[in-house]
Structures are given as structure tokens and as C-alpha cells.
């Protein structure tokens, strides 16, 4: 093998290259600053479970044994459906769009490593899903009768429930990102499984009026479980009786969000792609 | 003279396709080096390989002493890309998004001093979607060389521009060559490489069929001239004994005068025909 000689003058070794942590909050910051001001993003991630409570709140007003009203229901339901469509939802179309309007390969072309790229989406994610249960929950409150906890206990399953719910939800997006053929059709082939999860992990309908086969397929995926985690939460233990199993069965909530946060990260890490189909 | 990027028999295959066929290539530091091809001659392929995108099949490669198939940050931070095609970052601003990418290097330029030298500064702080197509080439430009990069990689750069804005953009390029980078240029406007290349090489079917300044490209300098006048034309080693004759014959002035080499465009056809056979 030849031997290339090359010598440039290094403009920059004496520099220290910035650190990955600083650029993944930097990344986070622009990314949530680019959400916001992408008004068609910020209206599709945020007006669907605000309108359905709305909706849902007004429709059914009846109260179910132990005290609790439909509307809480919805509302323990919809902040699940809230924080996926935050995580898996936005980011899968929203990755999709970076793949295909150069976002990633102008990143990859630069000296950003690149998991900061993935925690400045986490990040963000984590905001926006933020913002969204705190809407979802001043309405419930406030048109529905939504009552909060008052003990520190609840509160603590939220905040893990909230943090492995969009965690895995997010990573779980971020690997569905590869599977639109162009970012235009993003946003149908992302948001049509989400629907789909909706309807049989008891977001609109309780499970006691879903076949079992729905059932078991729901209980694969996070929505069903981060939604039941919720409704320990919200409705407390006089909403337990609702429930298939008459618990809330929160370890094995723990247990399968868990799963997904580790499922997800393998699957990110084997099928990410930082090129586009065009770019072959 | 030191190199900037060195290739020796270079390779890449699509399948049963190879796109890349052998490829030897010496860029020199500081130097404007045009690459010319038809499309599907292996010329992104090739340029891809260069930038770190895109792994090789064979051959050697250094970019600025490193072997771009293992790219680091400490190596990226030392190159810039000018992507051909990218509609990002369209809701921020000028200003937001240089300052955003040149905190990733260790020593970026001044983002307001790129902006100006791009020539943007009244449009620092108008968000990227609502800038033209040849605005947005400039936003594209300064993305590539905020990071203050030794070599910068420019992917048809001014495909798409109207002839005002291909003559600014052209001054840009000058000021950077003049900052002393390395300018890497693909193009399939000749008379872009003519007016900013010091050397082109030109490819076809993976290789490289020439190279060399572009005035004496596939020996255009030595090249018969063709003389043409109102009433005739004739092709010679010695054009300027033949407009002697032709002033004498006329008695001054001749009629519909044309002395014309083969431009860079006759050469690059020519050669990108040849292989063909």
C-alpha cells in the first residue's frame, strides 16, 4: 500500500471540540423553538386530544360505580393518548421530514455527534408532552370535575409512568420514522396505527366492551398500559373495579414500558438510517 | 506542494453496477479543484465517498491525512459541506441557525461576519422559508464554512441561479479560496469551472478521463484555432499568419473576423464521448 503523505496546517487542533452534553441541550432548546413555530406540527400534536376531551367530556356525563364520572375517564385516557401522539406520533413524521429535507445529512456532515441529535428530540418530546398533560389536565379539572391527588404516592407513579410512557413512546417513533417511503406520506402511515392504538387500548373505548383478542394485541404496545397507569393516578383506588383485573397492575406497567424503552433503543440503533431513500 | 485529498484506485459498486472504476485523484491544499461528468459517471459517488457519507469498495483514500470511511468529529470539524438539495431548518433564522452550527466546531467563524460575507446580514433575522432559492444557496454556503473548514466540499452550487447571482455566488467563492481553504467543486456549468477552477478532472464511467487547468484541458492550448471571415473559414496551427493574409487580401479590416479556440465545453464533450466507444 502507497504511503499518502499529508500535511495541512490543523486550523483547529489546539481547540477542544465542544461537549456532546452542552450540544444535545443545545439541540433541544432549537428543536423545541422549531416545533412551536411550526404552527401545522403544533395544531396536529395538540388540538386532537384537547377537542376529543372536549368532545367526549361533554357527550358522556354519566358516572360509573365508585363514584367516577366518564368524563375523568376520558381524561385519564386522553392524557395517554396526549403523550404518545407528543412522542411516537410527532417524532416518527417529524424524523421522516429531517430525513428527506436534508436535516439529518446536513447534521451527519458536521462534527455534532450524533446522539445528541436524538436527545435533543427526547428532549423536546418531553416538553411538548409536558405542556400537553398539564392542558389536558386544566381542562379536566376544570369542565370536568377532574379531582387531582392530593397525596405525594400518585403523583410519584405519573411522574415514572410519564417519563418511561414517553420514552419508550419516543424511541418507538423515532424507529417508526423509516418506515414512511417519503416525508409527505408521513404523517398518514404514523398517525393510522396510532388511531388504530387508540381505539383498543381503552383510550374511547373501555376494554370491558372490546373482544379479548383486541385486548391482547392492545397489551402488547405502551398506550394500554401508560393509560392504565394514568387512571391509577386520576381516578384512584375506587377506579380500580373498572379495570379487566380489578387492578391496576402496576408493576406490570412498570415492567412492559420499561420493555419498550429498551426495546425501542435496540430497535433505533439497528434500523436508523441518516440517509434518505433518494439518496440511495 | 502538500495535498489536500489523495485517492488511488478508488472503487464502489451498486450491485452489479460499478459506479466508481478505478478512480485516482490529487487535490493540492489551497487550490479551487472542479470535478465535471455526466450524471451517472460516478462523480457524486465519488465526492460522497470524499465527504464521509458513503463507504468505498476498494482503494485508497486520505482527506486532509484522514481516511474519510472512518470519519471522526476532530475530522469533521476541519471539513464543510455545501449540500446540493436541502429545504431545513426553514423556521428558524439566518442568525439562529448559524450560531446554532457553529457551536458544534471548536473554532467556528463569527456567525454575523459569515452572514455578511454571504451577504445576508439584512436578512439575518428572516426565518429560512421565506428566503429565496439563491438566499437559501447562501444560508447553504455559510452552513459549509461556519465551522471556519481547511476544505470545503460544494455540490452544484449554483445550479438553479439566475446569471447575476451565479456571478455573486462566484466572488464568494474567490473570498473563500483567498481565506486560503480548500475548495472542492462539482458542476455542470463549464464556464463555472473555467472562471473559478485552478485545475478540473474530468469523469466519465468512473474514472478519470482528464485533468488539468482548464485552459489546457485535453490540449485545448495547442488545439487547432478556426479562423472565420464573411466569406470563408479554415482551421489552423497558425491562426495569426492566416489573419495576416486575410487583412492583406481585405486591405484592413476583415469582414465578420472570428478566431475561435475549442472552448472547455468542446473539450468536456469530446472527452465524455470517448470513452463511450
Known sequence: MTDLTTSVPARTASAKLPSPVRLGLSRAALETKMFFREKDAV???????????????SIFSDDLPGGITVSQLYTAGLIGAGVMGASFQNLGISIAVDREDGTLK??????????????????????????????????????????????VGPWLTFVWVFVLGVSGSALLGIAASGVPRSARSAAAVIAMPFVVLQFISGV????????????????????????????????????????????????????????????????????????????? | MTTAIEVQ??????????AVAGLDLSVRQGE??????????????????LEGYRSRDGGEVRVLGHDPGHPTRAWRSRIGIVLQTAEDAAELTVRETLRHFASYYPAPRDPDEVIDRVGLTEKADVRIRKLSGGQRRRVDVALGVVGNPELIFLDEPTTGFDPEARRQFWELIEALKDDGATIVLTTHYLEEAEALADRVA?????????????????????????????????????????????????DGEIPGLAV???????VYLSLIEAPRD
Not at chain 2, 475561435?260 to 468542446?266: G, V, Y
Open chain 1, 43 to 57: 395544531v396536529f400534536t395538540f388540538s386532537f386530544p384537547i377537542i376529543l376531551l372536549a368532545l367526549f367530556g
Open chain 2, 202 to 250: 474530468v469523469i466519465a464511467k468512473g474514472r478519470i478521463v482528464a485533468e488539468g487547468e482548464p485552459a489546457t484541458l485535453g490540449g485545448r492550448a495547442t488545439a487547432k484555432a478556426r479562423v472565420t471571415w464573411a466569406d470563408g473559414s479554415v482551421e489552423t496551427d497558425t491562426p495569426t499568419k492566416t489573419v495576416l493574409e486575410l487583412s492583406h487580401r481585405y
Open chain 1, 106 to 151: 446536513r447534521l451527519a456532515g458536521t462534527p455534532l455527534p450524533r446522539p445528541a441529535y436524538f436527545v435533543g428530540k427526547m428532549l423536546s418530546v418531553l416538553v411538548v408532552a409536558a405542556l400537553e398533560v398539564a392542558i389536558l389536565l386544566a381542562i379536566g379539572v376544570l369542565m370536568y370535575d377532574l379531582k387531582l391527588p392530593a397525596e
Open chain 1, 204 to 280: 374511547y373505548i373501555p376494554f370491558n366492551q372490546l373482544p379479548e383478542w383486541l385486548i391482547r394485541i392492545a397489551s402488547v404496545f405502551p398506550l394500554k398500559w401508560m393509560c392504565q397507569g394514568f387512571r391509577s393516578v386520576f381516578l384512584g383506588d375506587a377506579g380500580a373495579i373498572q379495570e379487566i383485573t380489578k387492578s391496576y397492575e402496576l408493576g406490570r406497567v412498570a415492567l412492559v414500558l420499561a420493555a419498550w424503552v429498551i426495546g425501542g433503543l435496540v430497535l433505533c440503533l439497528t434500523t436508523f438510517r441518516w440517509k434518505g431513500r433518494r439518496d440511495g
Open chain 2, 32 to 49: 479551487v479543484f472542479a470535478i465535471l461528468g455526466p450524471n451517472g459517471a460516478g462523480k457524486s459517488t465519488t465526492v460522497e465517498i
Open chain 2, 260 to 266: 475561435r479556440r475549442p472552448t472547455l465545453e468542446d
Open chain 2, 9 to 18: 484506485g478508488l472503487t464502489k459498486n451498486y450491485g452489479d453496477v460499478r
